[in-house]
Nanobody, 124 residues
Framework: QVQLVESGGGLVQAGGSLRLSCAAS????????MGWFRQAPGKEREFVSL??????????ADSVKDRFTISRDNDNAKNTVYLNMNSLKPEDTAVYYC???????????????WGQGTQVTVSS
């Protein structure tokens, strides 16, 4: 089992920045590939970004490329993933979910483990 705890959401004006954090604990093998997804009101959950253990592989959704940066800290028994979000837009408003054991499924990215989610609201 893997436990994921997100933090860092909040309310920000358009053009502003936020940093999300996700602390993972539990089965390390399942945290080799971690990432972020989001779900806006009335929409399906969508992939945002993923990162592999050694930072050797990073993927972004087109909608956030060049604005969001994913990173992770695996040192000193930490297993934390960050999402730095810049130039935020009202359409970035969503509940953001940390995920572990991320993989590409039938038609899109999916994950085996999920955090509880943190709300990000961008006002215009």
């Amino acid at each position: 089992q893997v436990q994921l705890v997100e933090s860092g959401g909040g309310l920000v004006q358009a053009g502003g920045s936020l940093r999300l954090s996700c602390a993972a604990s539990g089965r390390t093998l399942s945290t080799i590939v971690m990432g972020w997804f989001r779900q806006a009101p009335g929409k399906e959950r969508e992939f945002v970004s993923l990162i592999r253990w050694s930072n050797s592989g990073i993927v972004y959704a087109d909608s956030v490329k060049d604005r969001f940066t994913i990173s992770r800290d695996n040192d000193n028994a930490k297993n934390t993933v960050y999402l730095n979000m810049n130039s935020l837009k009202p359409e970035d408003t969503a509940v953001y979910y940390c995920a572990a054991d991320v993989s590409y499924g039938y038609r899109d990215y999916t994950a085996r483990y999920w955090g509880q989610g943190t709300q990000v609201t961008v006002s215009s």
